[in-house]
C-alpha cells in the first residue's frame, strides 16, 4: 500500500484519538435513539388504533376505547402518519441543519453540540415515555414535539464534522472519515438492540433507555470536548496534519563551544551599527506578524450564500438529496418492512435490520480508503451508485429466509451506505476546506449543514413517498423508486465525475511522457 494510505496515522496524538472517541460517541447516541422510533413503529401503531384492530381492552365499548386510547380506525391511517412524522421530523432537521451550520461557525461548538443532543434527549422522553405514562394521545402533541426533536438534533451533525475536521487534515481523509461516519450505523445497530431488548416491557422503556444515555452522552461532550487543536497548543497544518507549536526558534540548534563563541562575539561586534538601523524595520515587521497570527487564531466566517457557491456544494448536495431519501427510507422503514412483507416478529425484524447498517460502516470505510489512494472520491462514488442499484434490484426480490435476506441486506447496504458517509462526511470536510475559501476556517460547519440540509429535504420528501406509495401500490413499486432516485445521484455527480475523470487522465498522461 503507498505511503499516502498508511503512512500519515503515525502524525496524530492521544487528543485525536479523544476527539475521535467523543464526536464518534456522541452520534452514535443520537441514531440510537433516532432509531427508536423506526424500531417501534408496530407497537406505535398498534397502540393508535382500536381494540378490534391490535386486540386489547374488549371489555370496553367501541366509543370508550376510542376516545380512551387511540387515533386512527385503522392500521393503514396509522402507518400514514407515522410517514408523516417522519417527513415533519426530516423537514424540521432540515431547515435545522442550515441553520446550525451558520451558528456553529459562529459559537463554541462544544455548547451547541451538548445543548442539541441534551435537548433532543429530553423531547424524545416526552414523546414517547412521558406521553404513554400519562395516556396524553395527541395528533398535533406529537407533531409539535418532532419538530423541536428535529431542530434540536439537526445541531449535532454540523459540529461534529466540524470539530472532525480542524484536528484531521485532508491527508488520509477520506479512510479516516470513513471509518468515523460509522457512527450512524453503529448507532443504528446499538438503538435496535438497546429497543428489542426492552420491547416486551412496552415500547415506552425503549424511549427511556436511549433518551437517558444520550443525555448523559451530551453531559460527558460538554465538559470533555476539545473543538480545536489550538486549545491544547497544537497548530493546524492545511494538509499534513497537526504539528506542535514551537514558541523558540533556536530550541533545536546544538551548543557551540567557547571558540566559536569568541568568532561570533568578534562578528557581532562589526555588524552593530547594521543592526541597530535594522531595528526599526524589524519592529515593524514583528508588529505585521502578530497581526496575521491574531487574524489566524480568529478567523472569519462566510455566509450563507457563498458557502451554497462554492464549487461542488450545490451538485454534491443535490445527489445527497436523492441518495438520503433511499438511505432513510431503509433507516425509518426496514423493521417495518420486515416484520409485514414477511411476517418476522417485530425484535427479530429488528435485529435483523442492523446487517443493513454493517454493510454501511465496512462500504463506507474501505470506499474512503480506496478514494485517499486514488485522491478523487466521484468515480469511487458513480461505481458504488451503479452497483447499488443492482443490489437494490436483488433485494427487492428476497426470499423468505433471514440468512439470505441479511446477506442482501448487507450488500444493498455497502453500496448505499457507503457511498452517503462519504459524502455527508469526508466529501462535507473537503468542500468546506477547499482553496476557494482563501484562508478561512471558519466555513466547515455551513458547508455540512448545507449538505445535509439539502440531503434531509430529500429525505422528508422521501418518506412520505414511500409510505404512500406502498399502500397504492405495494413494496415492489417503492424499490423501483429507490432504484430511480440513485440514478438521480449519478446524475447529478456527472459533472464532477467527468472533471475527475478528465484530471485523472491527464494525470496519466503526464505521467507517461515523463517516463
Known amino acids: 500500500m503507498p505511503p499516502s494510505c498508511c503512512g500519515y496515522l503515525s502524525q496524530y496524538t492521544h487528543h485525536h484519538l479523544v476527539v475521535f472517541l467523543l464526536t464518534f460517541f456522541s452520534y452514535v447516541l443520537l441514531h440510537a ?50 410517514g408523516a412524522l417522519d417527513s415533519i421530523f426530516l423537514f424540521s432537521y432540515a431547515v435545522g441543519l442550515y441553520l446550525s451550520g451558520v451558528i456553529g461557525d459562529r459559537v463554541n461548538l462544544r455548547y451547541v453540540l451538548s445543548f442539541g443532543l441534551c435537548g433532543s434527549a429530553a423531547v424524545e422522553f416526552v414523546f414517547g415515555t412521558l406521553t404513554e405514562w400519562l395516556h396524553i394521545y395527541n395528533i398535533f402533541l406529537y407533531c409539535g414535539l418532532w419538530v423541536v426533536n428535529g431542530l434540536l438534533q ?69 465538559f470533555g470536548l476539545l473543538t480545536s487543536p489550538k486549545e491544547v497548543g497544537l497548530s493546524s497544518e492545511s494538509e499534513t496534519g497537526l504539528s506542535a507549536v514551537e514558541t523558540d526558534s533556536d530550541s533545536h540548534r546544538p551548543l557551540i563551544c567557547c571558540e566559536e563563541e569568541e568568532e561570533e562575539k568578534a562578528e557581532a561586534e562589526e555588524e552593530e551599527e547594521e543592526e541597530e538601523k535594522e531595528e526599526e524595520e524589524a519592529e515593524v515587521v514583528v508588529e505585521e506578524a502578530a497581526d ?118 448487507a450488500t444493498t447496504g455497502f453500496f448505499i451506505g457507503g457511498p452517503s458517509n462519504m459524502i455527508s462526511s469526508a466529501i462535507s470536510a473537503d468542500l468546506g476546506r477547499q482553496e476557494a475559501l482563501r484562508g478561512s476556517q471558519e466555513a466547515l460547519a455551513t458547508v455540512t449543514g448545507i449538505v445535509d440540509g439539502t440531503g434531509s429535504i430529500g429525505a422528508a420528501i422521501g418518506q412520505y413517498l414511500v409510505s404512500l406509495i406502498e399502500s397504492k401500490l405495494g413494496w415492489m413499486c417503492v424499490f423501483y423508486f429507490f432504484i430511480v432516485m440513485t440514478g438521480g445521484s449519478i446524475v447529478f455527480i456527472t459533472p464532477l465525475l467527468l472533471k475527475e475523470v478528465r484530471s485523472m487522465w491527464r494525470d496519466r498522461q503526464a505521467l507517461r511522457r515523463q517516463l
Not at 439537526?154 to 457512527?183: D, E, H, I, T
Open 33 to 82: 435513539s433516532r432509531k427508536t422510533f423506526s424500531n417501534v413503529k408496530v407497537s406505535i401503531s398498534a397502540q393508535w388504533t382500536p381494540s378490534v384492530q391490535n386486540g386489547s381492552a374488549p371489555a370496553f365499548s367501541p366509543g370508550e376505547t376510542w376516545e380512551d386510547h387511540h387515533m386512527f380506525a385503522d392500521e393503514k391511517q396509522a402507518t400514514l402518519f407515522l
Open 292 to 409: 496575521d497570527e491574531a487574524l489566524a487564531e480568529t478567523p472569519r466566517a462566510i455566509s450563507f450564500c457563498q458557502a451554497f457557491c462554492l464549487p461542488g456544494v450545490l451538485p454534491y448536495s443535490l445527489a445527497y438529496a436523492c441518495l438520503k431519501l433511499v438511505n432513510y427510507s431503509f433507516f425509518f422503514w426496514l423493521p417495518f418492512y420486515l416484520s409485514n412483507n414477511f411476517g418476522w416478529k417485530e425484535a427479530e425484524a429488528d435485529r435483523l435490520s442492523v446487517w443493513y447498517d454493517v454493510g454501511g460502516i465496512i462500504g463506507g470505510t474501505v470506499q474512503g480508503l480506496i478514494s485517499d489512494c486514488m485522491g478523487k472520491r466521484a468515480p469511487v462514488l458513480a461505481i458504488s451508485l451503479v452497483l447499488a442499484m443492482g443490489a437494490l434490484v436483488g433485494y427487492s426480490n428476497s426470499p423468505n429466509d433471514k440468512v439470505i435476506n441479511s446477506a442482501l441486506l
Open 154 to 222: 439537526s445541531a449535532v451533525w454540523p459540529c461534529v464534522v466540524a470539530v472532525m475536521g480542524n484536528w484531521f487534515g485532508k491527508q488520509g481523509r477520506g479512510f479516516v472519515f470513513g471509518l468515523w461516519s460509522a457512527c450512524a450505523s453503529v448507532g443504528n445497530i446499538l438503538g435496535a438492540f438497546l429497543a428489542s431488548s426492552v420491547l416486551k416491557y412496552g415500547y415506552e422503556y425503549a424511549f427511556l433507555v436511549t433518551s437517558v444515555v444520550q443525555f448523559a452522552g451530551g453531559i460527558v461532550v460538554f
